[in-house]
């Protein structure tokens, strides 16, 4: 500024700076942080000492606070004492590494427990130096309760499946079968006592029982006065919430044995209801829907087990009698529901009874004359592989002199169809002889069970499989790409092979959902996981979603440049989709930002290195503009498909 003589201003200079840009910058923060505020997501900002240092609604929520109470607080009041140690060893990852997520049981204000999936994030100032960590939560509490749900129900089909075989084992031995169906009801139900309770004559008789029903074994009930008599009279499955007030139970029997609530099943044999099976428990109202199947499948076995002891008993008495009697023989085995098949020294088929042809799909002519291996079929072990005739149970208790049981064999018929037959083998000696004269085959049709079983082990695989897919898109889910990646990462390094892995995001997804809405952000990556899986062509790669709107390619055998060419090519489907996004930054539709990462493993390093190299290379894409893709330590642009919106 200039004066005059007389004090006038007569000259003034002045400069001008334009600051649109931090206005805009400041009014961008204040709607950011209103965002994270209000976000469905817990959010949090914590110092170097692990204090609470901002906290959003959402946090606060899921672990009962408000978000001021945990202002000043240290994140270590928020975590299981147990799970304590797990924390602080991710937080030195994160420290080491920048970014780590883990699973573990947080605490609430009320003390009760809570499963949370954490991300941990370092925090930087300008000259980038650790300052503290961003703290991303989420409540996964209904997600590990029906993983437990599961794991219990596997570990159920474990023990029902071990149960057959002890029961196997044990057959025909009616009572140590009953006393391992009664043993394992009560564990499958986790009653507080099983009974097998018999009818004879007017009383039901407890002929098998554990837990604390085991002391009162051979207790007789009027059958007109217990819940089990009605279960006999009706025929039906009788279910007692509370013996203090139902009418029909023995309520002085059930005071004596302690009990409050619990479930009949009848017992078949032939049609006829010879007994039931029943769980007790001192608690009302114990028992589920599930427990009821549980026991209805016990039953069921027990039930086969009083059929197969009475054809033990059949068949016993048929081979005491059989060196007096072949006549005989003759005439009582032809009642057996068991085939039953004499064959001579040199393996001829001499006699066989109406079961044999039944199941066989032979008559009697058919195999008169022949050997088991010379019959027109092909026949299968247990796990489809062939069953040599020189392994027949017949033809080894002929070389041996030694009996065989329950050896599986499949039989592919002439019609084309599979039958699957349980067979035994028993020699017959002439008195003082040490080689058999002969041996009696006995089998019996076991292909519903078979088929079963069968039914069994496809189920656990379709229910393997669905925990391994994300239920969202279809695509593998985290948990199959942590093991996929530590398989490869072994196999490979022995091979001192490349592993290359892509990481790909969504760019401004949130800002998609804020848009379109939550179904329509779900329809998105449904899409978007679509055309990128497909654009991963062979068979040992593997396409997974990684969380939320995050994406990972696993490429075995691929280096940098074959990756790149993948990721090219997803980029390039994902473009084709053309999904429209107005608040996207670099574009008006749906574009992605990957990172790329290869290696050759070695002992040295480990997986979780590759997954922060690659989510670097992500870091990295996105700093530079998203719409892109950068490896390692540099980026590799592809030119603009799409017109790039400001």
């Known amino acids: 500024m200039t004066i005059n003589a007389e004090g006038q201003v007569i000259r003034l200079f002045g400069t001008s700076q334009d600051i649109t840009d931090l206005v805009l910058a400041e009014t961008e923060l204040r709607e950011m942080s209103t965002a994270l505020a209000n976000a469905v997501e817990g959010i949090s900002r914590l110092d170097q000492h692990g204090t609470y240092i901002s906290v959003n609604q959402a946090y606060a929520n899921i672990v009962g606070y408000q978000p001021e109470e945990m202002v000043g607080m240290n994140w270590q009041k928020t975590v299981v004492p147990e799970d304590l140690e797990m924390m602080l060893v991710a937080y030195q990852k994160m420290l080491a590494g920048g970014r780590v997520e883990v699973e573990a049981r947080g605490i609430r204000k009320d003390g009760s427990i809570f499963y949370k999936q954490v991300v941990m994030v370092t925090a930087c100032d300008d000259r980038d130096r650790p300052i503290g960590h961003h703290c991303f939560m989420k409540d996964i509490t209904d997600r590990k309760q029906a993983e437990a749900a599961l794991q219990q129900e596997f570990e159920r089909q474990a023990v029902v499946i071990a149960t057959q075989q002890e029961i196997a084992i044990r057959n025909p031995n009616l009572d140590a079968v009953m006393a391992v169906i009664a043993e394992r009801t009560q564990d499958l139900t986790r009653a507080d006592g099983a009974v097998i309770e018999i009818v004879e004559g007017d009383e039901m008789v407890y002929r098998a029982a554990s837990g604390i029903a085991t002391s009162y074994l051979g207790l007789r009930l009027k059958v007109g006065t217990s819940l089990s008599g009605k279960c006999i009279a009706t025929g039906q499955i009788m279910i007692c919430e509370d013996s203090e007030t139902d009418a029909r139970v023995d309520l002085a029997a059930c005071q004596r044995i302690g009990l409050r609530s619990m479930v009949v099943v009848p017992l078949f044999y032939q049609g006829d209801r010879v007994g039931v099976l029943k769980v007790v428990s001192a608690i009302p109202s114990a028992f589920t829907e599930s427990d009821i199947q549980t026991l209805q499948l016990m039953a069921g076995f027990m039930a086969g087990s009083l059929h197969l002891a009475s054809e033990f008993d059949a068949k016993n008495s048929l081979l005491s009698q059989l060196q007096e009697s072949e006549e005989r023989y003759r005439s009582v085995i032809t009642t057996m529901t068991e085939g039953v098949v004499l064959q001579l020294a040199d393996g001829q088929i001499t006699a066989c009874n109406a079961s044999a042809e039944r199941i066989m799909g032979l008559t009697a002519d058919q195999m008169m004359g022949r050997t088991s291996v010379d019959l027109d079929w092909r026949t299968v072990g247990e796990d489809g592989s062939p069953f040599p005739g020189e392994q027949h149970p017949a033809t080894i208790t002929l070389r041996t002199g030694e009996a065989r049981s329950n050896v599986v064999m499949g039989i592919h018929k002439s019609d084309q169809t599979l039958t699957w037959i349980s067979i035994n083998s028993q020699p017959l000696f002439h008195l003082n002889q040490s080689q058999p004269y002969g041996v009696v085959t006995t089998f019996a049709d076991i292909t519903e069970r078979q088929e079963a079983e069968e039914i069994l082990k496809n189920r656990a695989e379709q229910e393997r499989l669905m925990a391994m897919t994300d239920g969202l898109t279809q695509v593998a889910n985290r948990r199959c790409f942590d093991e996929r990646l530590e398989s490869e990462w072994h196999r490979l390094m022995e091979g001192k092979q490349q592993l290359s892995l892509i990481m790909l995001d969504v760019d401004y997804f949130k800002r998609y959902n804020d848009c379109y809405g939550h179904q329509a952000g779900d329809i998105c990556l449904v899409k978007v996981a679509k055309a990128a899986a497909a654009a991963v062509k062979r068979s040992t790669d593997l396409f997974v979603r990684y969380g939320g709107e995050e994406f990972a390619a696993i490429l075995p055998n691929t280096d940098a440049a074959g990756a790149i060419a993948v990721a090219e090519s997803m980029r390039d489907a994902i473009g084709d989709l053309a999904i429209p996004h107005e608040q996207s930054e670099v574009s008006a539709i749906v574009t992605v930002s990957m990172g790329i990462a290869s290696i050759v493993p070695c ?41 790039v919106v400001e």
């Open 603 to 643: 002992c040295g390093e480990s997986p979780d290195e590759l997954i922060a190299t690659a989510d670097r290379a992500l870091y990295d894409a996105k700093r530079q503009g998203r719409d892109r893709y950068a490896c390692g330590a540099y980026q590799m642009t592809v030119p603009d498909v799409n017109p």
